[in-house]
């Protein structure tokens, strides 16, 4: 029986071997999926800051929404309410390039939803809301309905909070 001591050697070994690969790939994966984890956490800090900037700049920017332009521009205080609209639009969409950006980074589904539903109502500020109370009013309050959003997120309640007054009636007039 001069065989049997080498054979169990090498099933030893063999076994040893087995055990010491899946040993590390499992540590190795472990350290990829926290390694992955943190480059995820990094990203949706960083757009999360890029929210919490711009929408503090939004609702500053709303408080000097133009008045509504008419439709047929003639005279020259039609044009400068015109011209005037038409920088606020643009300053608007420098605001919301960079927020939605950020808003792709979210993971959590419905948030992600309401902000990105929030951008599209504030760019169609011009075409399509209807406005029941002054223009500032409701952008501000769909503005407030975000932050609402995004405090209740980071708090980790299960739902989000319903939509207010300003933001039900924006979101029903599109």
């Not at 054979?7 to 087995?18: C, D, E, K, T």
Request: charged letters at 20%; one cysteine or more; proline letters at 5%.
């Amino acid at each position: 029986m001069d065989w049997l001591s080498p054979v169990s050697g090498l099933v030893g070994a063999v076994f040893g071997a087995v055990a010491s690969y899946a040993g590390t790939h499992q540590a190795q994966k472990r350290e990829l999926a926290a390694v992955r984890q943190a480059r995820l956490d990094a990203k949706q800090d960083a757009a999360v800051a890029v929210l919490a900037d711009t929408l503090g700049k939004l609702l500053t920017h709303v408080r000097n929404v133009p008045d509504l332009v008419p439709l047929v521009v003639r005279d020259p205080e039609a044009e400068a309410l015109a011209a005037t609209a038409q920088a606020w639009d643009r300053e608007l969409n420098d605001l919301t390039g960079p927020a939605r950006l950020a808003i792709g980074v979210i993971r959590h589904r419905a948030l992600r939803g309401r902000l990105k539903e929030t951008m599209t109502l504030l760019e169609h500020w011009q075409h399509g809301l209807e406005y029941a109370g002054s223009r500032a009013w409701v952008l501000h309050g769909v503005i407030t309905h975000a932050v609402a959003c995004m405090e209740v997120w980071q708090l980790e309640r299960p739902e989000l909070p319903e939509p207010d007054g300003a933001f039900a009636a924006a979101r029903s007039s599109l």
